[in-house]
């Protein structure tokens, strides 16, 4: 299962401490205590950063489906020009996105609209245009299940992700890559990917990613390595209640060949 980016660490140059305080929130999974101080602020970057907070939950927790549709909502009257409506159109893509992965409810014709729409609003050299090509990425490997399309966007996001030093976006191509070169056998290629997006999330103290972060890794590594890796990805998901929820099923060893 893959699950979302949303760039950046938090953390401003000017080490504002609201940022600060959200970043935290949000890395231990509490996306809902996150969105809540940002209610205080007006205008349409503080709209935007609050949906991408709500959506985030959504597809690690399979709820807060409803909050996240006002949040978007709100986020898209209040955009002021093309880069927030392209942000909000992307945040709406993930949204729908979530939905069909998780199973919630078949939206995928409206993730791929809204991402569409957000390419069209969004310069080729915005801020957010890696995010949105790590995006369309999910949609080519998870719903149109074109792994060559996944990684030509993921790269694109990955250079994006480089160029505009965005570690935590950094840390998702990373697995997604690896992913696909586990997929073709690519078990160096992957274990390096993987390990290399573990090593980014335990450095931003990205808490809630770091155990999805270390059963990618199991799967790449061999006994007793694996075992060790999945343990400690089990203590973290327990620590943090259950989430990502859809994690449980990739916390167990693979079948052994009969």
């Not at 609201?18 to 503080?46: H, I, K, N, P, Y």
């Not at 006002?70 to 209040?78: H, I, K, N, Q, V």
């Not at 060559?148 to 992700?161: E, F, I, V």
Request: charged share 25%.
């Amino acid at each position: 299962m893959a699950h979302t980016a949303m760039s950046g660490t938090g953390t401003t140059a000017e080490h504002d401490p609201l940022q600060t305080a959200v970043w935290r929130l949000r890395s231990r999974g509490c996306w809902t205590d996150a969105a809540a101080l940002l209610a205080s602020r007006a205008g349409a970057a503080a709209a935007l950063q609050r949906t991408a907070l709500l959506v985030e939950r959504c597809l690690f927790t399979g709820d807060g489906w409803g909050e996240a549709e006002d949040g978007l909502r709100t986020a898209e009257a209040l955009a002021e020009d093309d880069d927030d409506r392209g942000a909000a159109a992307c945040e709406r893509g993930q949204l729908a996105y979530a939905s069909t992965v998780l199973n919630v409810r078949d939206r995928a014709d409206e993730a791929r609209t809204a991402l569409g729409r957000a390419a069209a609003l969004l310069a080729p050299n915005a801020p957010g245009r890696p995010l949105l090509d790590f995006r369309r990425g999910l949609i080519a490997e998870h719903i149109a299940d074109s792994p060559q399309s996944a990684k030509a966007a993921y790269r694109r996001a990955h250079a994006g992700a480089t160029a505009h030093s965005d570690p935590l976006l950094l840390s998702f191509t990373w697995r997604h890559l690896a992913g696909l070169a586990l997929r073709d056998g690519e078990l160096a290629e992957a274990r390096h990917g993987f390990a290399e997006s573990l090593r980014i999330r335990e450095e931003l103290g990205y808490l809630v990613g770091t155990a999805p972060a270390l059963a990618a890794l199991a799967d790449a590594e061999p006994e007793p390595e694996a075992t060790r890796l999945r343990a400690e990805a089990t203590r973290l998901f327990r620590l943090l209640g259950g989430v990502p929820s859809w994690l449980a099923q990739h916390l167990q060893p693979p079948a052994a060949a009969v």
